[in-house]
């Protein structure tokens, strides 16, 4: 039986014991519903082998073709990844559009007895209501940014606050990314797609009667762009302006950001683009004391000669909504827990 799901809330909350995608693994890297395991009808290259069969000799011979290798997949993932499920099971399967993939194999576990359903549309109606969620929909949250140079512990402190139960959404945690050109991280960033996934499935957890802090960022994180509907948000919320001694950010980033210190050359060519910004002796002395070891320095001497000077040009261009300005000597645990002190009756539901 095909299932209808008319919401995202419908499509998350489905019931199910257990959510199955039945699309080749590249398909399910892409993006995939939320909790479902990949249990694929046909290999990447299986696909692509019908798919050429398809194209080149007739669609009879490549659903012929397909429809042995299903049979054969499937055959497998029962004899292993389903050994354990008792007669009770509720799998609920889907494929791309809903169709032969996601209907060969739920009617194959039909037959076996288990309660089989599949998503009516496939993935692209969970994709629909993704993007209407997030390109659509104005958003009924208040947005309360988390703003402040480089360096001011940002990210700590929204982990902070989500650990006092404030409602946070962490977009570089989503994106995989610190959100700067020394941002990246080794297990790369995920697609647009499950991004706006992410994005999505974060916002429908949330509370739309309570505050949301997010830190503020630009448009984009890395190569992900934020979706229009959050950053439509972003661009009207009010601010927390966190403000810290150069010297005290410099120590905090080093420790943040200890990691590149073992990767000179990776930060050597992230930073290449910004030689034509601040220019080549310039840049040159940030790789020198980086090299150096020195994490505290290149900190210093790249918030100093980059960061803080884009930052108030953005910010003299931008006419923003500020609830309030925090200053802290010290970024340490003691810094930080004064800052969430001053910030908590600020993001108050009243």
């Known amino acids: ?3 209808n799901f008319l919401s ?6 489905h019931g199910s014991d257990t959510v199955i995608d039945v699309r080749s ?3 399910f890297a892409i993006d995939h519903i939320p909790g479902a395991i990949n249990l694929p009808a046909l290999s990447n290259a299986e696909r692509a082998r019908v798919g050429k069969i398809y194209k080149q000799i007739s669609p009879f011979e490549a659903r012929k073709l397909g429809a042995s290798l299903v049979a054969r997949n499937v055959a497998d993932h029962i004899a292993q990844a389903m050994a354990d499920k008792d007669g009770s099971w509720r799998p609920l ?3 791309w559009r809903g169709g032969q993939r996601s209907g060969s194999f739920a009617s194959i576990l039909s037959q076996i007895g288990w309660r089989a359903e599949t998503v009516q549309g496939g993935y692209q109606t ?3 209501l993704v993007h209407e969620a997030v390109y659509e929909t104005p958003l009924p949250h208040r947005i309360i940014l988390l703003d402040g140079n480089t360096g001011t512990a940002k990210t700590a402190v929204l982990a902070r606050l989500a650990a006092r139960n404030v409602q946070v959404i962490d977009l570089e945690d989503l994106a995989h990314h610190r959100g700067s050109l020394l941002g990246g991280r080794d297990e790369g960033q995920p697609s647009q797609r499950a991004f706006e996934t992410r994005i999505a499935l974060a916002l429908h957890r949330l509370d739309p009667a309570r505050p949301v802090v997010i830190e503020a960022e630009s448009s984009k994180i890395g190569r992900l762009i934020v979706p229009p509907m959050l950053w439509a948000a972003m661009c009207g919320a009010g601010r927390i302006v966190l403000h810290a001694p150069l010297e005290a950010r410099a120590g905090f980033l080093a420790q943040a950001y200890a990691d590149i210190g073992a990767a000179p050359d990776r930060v050597a060519q992230r930073l290449a683009p910004l030689r034509y910004v601040r220019g080549h002796d310039v840049v ?4 020198a004391l980086l090299r150096a070891g020195d994490l505290t320095g290149f900190a210093t001497a790249i918030m100093g000669q ?3 000077p884009a930052y108030a040009k953005s910010r003299k261009a931008a006419d923003h909504d500020v609830l309030a300005e925090l200053v ?3 970024l340490d645990d003691a810094g930080q827990d004064r800052l969430i002190a001053a910030i908590l009756p600020l993001v108050s539901a009243e």
Do not use: S
């Open 93 to 95: 399967v889907y494929c």
């Open 1 to 3: 039986m095909a299932r």
């Open 328 to 330: 802290t000597d010290t």
């Open 25 to 27: 693994p590249a398909e």
């Open 284 to 287: 040159d002395g940030w790789i």
């Open 306 to 308: 980059h960061y803080d």
């Open 8 to 13: 995202l809330g419908d499509i998350l909350n």
């Open 126 to 128: 969970f994709r629909r």
